[in-house]
């Protein structure tokens, strides 16, 4: 399938790349179809709206940029997207590159769970003050320890 990208360009996505966010992103409910597509900027992903080619976040596994990451996601939440095998589960948080050299940050309070079995997804969001919406990915990588 070809996608228009926010970048302009048109990529070629095999459909295992594409997964349906039945409940939408936060703040995006009605955007549910997104194409998970490599980034020239490893480990970095790009998640591209298949509704609004303006409309694509950068995203990070979690556990490459804070070693402490953990989560606990209610089954129900999981059950959503027919989670049966955790070996189908892969977690990703979306990045925010602010303007003005603010830090570069993760959202690793509502991360992303996609199940790359049934080719759903949800943004789950943890109840855990340990974790924040704006975790300085920058920091965290320079420490080399990827702590929390």
Partial sequence: MD???KQGKTVSVEEKDIYSFPEGLFGFENYKDYAVIESEYQPFMWMQSLQEEKLAFLIVDPFLVCNEY???IDDKQLAKINVNDPADVVVMSIVTIPAGGSP???NLQGPLVFNKSSHKALQAIINNNKWTTKFDIVN???AKEGTC
Avoid: I, N, Q
């Fill in 3 to 5: 996608v228009k990208t």
């Fill in 70 to 72: 953990e989560l606990d």
């Fill in 104 to 106: 570069v940050t993760a």
């Fill in 140 to 142: 965290s990588l320079k």
